[in-house]
């Protein structure tokens, strides 16, 4: 339950992803392309994440939850207070860290594309900010802001704002505060590079 962001959202078994270990007689695992948690406290082939195939339209997906970060730890922990506060005894218990096993199924999966479906943080119904999501890619392309993660080593090569289109008139220009990567409502492109540190390969994998 350790790797779960909520003890009541859990995977199905059928279908869930296995992240594929050291040793393991998998298939996959002898791919030159597999990549493993090596770390002894994140060996786990576990995560929170389903395969979704959609046979009539010849689509694959995975569905997995927001990573999780020792900021989202700090977050947990103060809205667990809060909710003892309000006189729930549900909150937040410690979880493991798991955008090293998120980066990992990525590599492991070839995913080619990230779309996140919330942001990193929203207001719950009490008002209080809830971390949904810990920010599994860098701050700015600076090489100061990569992220090592075990065997993999994580770097934004760019970013932009996906201009919007007016419905009513789909001829008419985003407006330049829409565009702007700052504002709440805009929807960013990052093309991010993932390099696999034993191997030598890297791939790029589009997030939106």
């Known amino acids: 339950m350790i790797c779960n962001r909520w003890h009541n959202i859990l995977p199905y078994d059928k279908t ?26 994140n060996r786990t082939s576990y995560i929170n994440a389903n395969h979704v195939r959609v046979p009539e339209a010849a689509k694959h997906y995975i569905l997995t939850q927001g990573p999780i970060d020792k900021n989202d730890q700090r ?10 506060m309000l006189g729930s005894s549900s909150g937040g218990n410690a979880r493991s860290e798991t955008v ?31 971390c949904k999501c ?5 701050k700015s392309t600076s090489d100061s802001d990569i992220i090592r ?33 700052n504002d709440d409502q805009c929807t960013m492109v990052r093309k991010i590079e993932v390099l696999h540190l034993n191997k030598k390969k890297k791939r790029i994998v589009t997030q939106y």
């Not at 998998?26 to 493993?36: G, M, T, Y």
Request: aromatic share 6%; hydrophobic share 35%.
């Open 16 to 41: 869930r992803v296995l992240i594929q270990q050291t040793g393991s007689s998998s298939a996959n695992n002898k791919d030159e392309e597999s990549c493993v948690l090596s770390n002894c406290e």
């Open 75 to 84: 977050q947990r922990t103060l809205s667990s207070s809060m909710m003892l």
């Open 100 to 130: 090293s096993h998120f980066w990992t199924m990525a590599w492991q999966q070839k995913s080619p594309a990230i779309v996140m479906l919330c942001r990193t943080h929203e207001r719950d119904a009490y008002g209080c900010l809830q």
């Open 134 to 138: 810990a920010r599994y890619w860098p």
């Open 149 to 181: 993660l075990l065997d993999l080593e994580i770097r934004l090569l760019e970013e932009h704002a996906l201009k919007r289109v007016d419905q009513t008139n789909p001829a008419k220009e985003a407006s330049p505060r829409l565009m702007d990567k």
